[in-house]
């Protein structure tokens, strides 16, 4: 019998967190459950704060279905087998996981609602193997690179977000006559990259799938040239990589992040595509502002289901699991697939068949060509052709 359930947010923020709050707070309300939110991931169990843990009630979750962010507050540092804690003047990884289970215990949680990407899903995992008795995880993130579920909410605003800003990025691409390197997020994924590079209409998109041979991407760009377009739009996900190369990542980054802070491909794009074209070349970093902001509706409606499936598996099942979306049907899978693996483009996948007939250059060896050799265009073809505020 279930009379209180426990919600946290952790690992980085996705839009849309909110709408699985509410969903997860009214639908189990509705059920006469008492819901509590947990502050900073499991910071508000660790720590001896008494704002640590919330009560939400229908008024702490009224309108916040479209707004960004989470009201519980979020973070990647909040790992309760490493935790930092003070010891001898130092901070110490140390593991309070125990701390975690004693306190949700004490509170009488029957079942914990995780909302989390990999790293989260992962906790969740661990904490039910030491003893915690009940999670259902709910996966979020705007990588869209979860195995498990076919999408993550987030991913559809950071898509629309990145999409808008190439938009921009072409009038002022045009008016200069240069080339613009835009990079995207997506960690090893080209899911972001790949969608708002189609629907902005990018010259180029490389994605960590499919390593670069930045020549090619030159070759694009000079054919531009040849065909009167002076411009060229580069888009380029954060975790992209050169044939033969490495993920480029921030430097001094490691303190918060222990594997790294990926960043930085987009300025040494830019850097051989003006080194090697003559073309004047600027790049742009598009970072958390594909974070920020409202949900988009699919996104909303998204992250809106699969917080009321949350408390339905609850009530419905005995079992913990990860509230996964596989095709249009909502499903409780093991936890352990949400993890499995990192879920890339495929190669085959009909989106990047889509780019590539549409002449997207991704700097592979192409296997089908849909790219038009550097011969000038014939003679036949207009000069020019007047550029009218959408991509060219
Ligand atoms: O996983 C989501 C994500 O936004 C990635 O796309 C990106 O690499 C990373 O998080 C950035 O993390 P942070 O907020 O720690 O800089």
Known sequence: MIRRIAVNTGGGDAPGLNAVIRAVAISAMGRGWEVLGIR??????IEDDPAGVV?????????IHHLGGTILGSTNRG????YPMM????????DVSGKVIRRLEELGVDALVAIGGDGSIKLSAKLLERGLPRVIAVPKTIDNDLSGTDQTFGFDTAVAT???AIDKLHTTAQAHERVMVVEVMGRHAGWIALYSGIAGGADVVLIPELPFDIERVCDKIRWREVMNRRFAIVVVAEGATEVGGAAVFKEGAGQFKEHGQLGGIAERVAHEIQLRTGKETRSIVLGHLQR?????MTDRVLALRLGCAATRFIADTTTSG?????????????????????RTVPLDSDVLLTGRQLGICFGDEQ???FEPSLTPPPPSLPPYRVFKGGPA
């Open 40 to 45: 900073y991931g499991y910071r508000g169990l």
């Open 367 to 369: 296997p089908e060509s």
């Open 292 to 296: 920020g902001g409202s949900p988009v």
């Open 79 to 82: 790992d309760p087998f490493r």
């Open 322 to 342: 990860l509230v996964a979306i596989r095709g249009n049907a909502i499903q409780l899978v093991p936890i352990a697939d949400g993890t499995a693996r990192i």
């Open 55 to 63: 009560s939400l009630d229908r008024n702490s979750v009224r309108g």
């Open 162 to 164: 990145a999409t808008e």
């Open 87 to 94: 010891k001898d003047g130092q901070l110490v990884p140390t």
